[in-house]
């Protein structure tokens, strides 16, 4: 009986903790949370820091070994590869630009995941990581419903993350409004572009200052679709503008969005 209960006692102390962690998580991340953005795969977790500081606080996932990218989606190697319908991958393509047929044809595409922080000549790159440090962009490319089979005519789309502070931190109305989400879009007509990485038309020149090979791939696309900065389902700071926010109930500045 004393086994009984020493054995219950140790299981409901377990359950609390799990609950405390869950809660204190929730606490600090609870607008990305309660929007799943992002979304962790296969078995990874929200990266949580107490730090206000932390650039990737709420905004990136933890993964396990076999998998990577920001939100955990990326193969590490061709044994991390689920069985799709039944049959095994013959390839992880992770670490590949291109994509392949059957991933243009899958549902979400191929899958590309980009974080702020690596040099380069490009201005406006290097602006934007300016202000979004380690921000990391989900990006996908598949076929058109509209021109099937067609690489000349893709479909891309693009969701960015940033970092947040802690929301368990107060004032909380200072953070009732700071989501991970910055921005969502797509573009249409697009292909990729094989071009010589010194000769990079204007305003793109040396645009693959990181590699030594002799040619680089360019995504152009013809259409811009829509961008939303920040995405519709984000409520927006008191005073919104494209760089600002107003004063919050408080009287205290907001941050993002």
Known sequence: MKALILL???????????????????EKCYNGINNDK???????????????????????????????????????????????????????????????????????????????????DIYSANLVCSQLPMANYHVSVSYDPDYPLDQKNLVTKNVSYAGIPSQANL?????????????????KGCQWVQEDCGKCPSPYPNACPWTTDDLCYTMRCSDTGAVQCPPSYVQKCPGYTLDSCGPSPDKVAQGRS
């Open 8 to 26: 219950t006692a140790i299981v409901t102390q377990r359950r609390h903790s799990h609950f405390a962690v869950a809660q204190t998580l929730y």
């Open 38 to 120: 992002p979304h962790c795969y296969n078995n990874g977790t929200l990266h949580v820091e107490g730090n206000t500081k932390d650039p990737v606080n709420c905004a990136t996932c933890d993964c396990p070994k076999e998998w990577k990218g920001a939100d955990c989606k990326l193969c590490a190697s061709l044994d991390s590869c689920p069985l799709r319908n039944g049959t095994e991958a013959d390839s992880c393509t992770s670490d590949t630009l291109l994509p392949r047929f059957l991933e243009l044809t899958e549902t979400e595409g191929k899958q590309y995941r980009c974080t702020c922080g690596l040099p380069t």
């Open 171 to 187: 004032p909380k109305l200072h953070y009732k409004t700071a989501y991970p989400e910055v921005s969502e879009g797509y573009w």
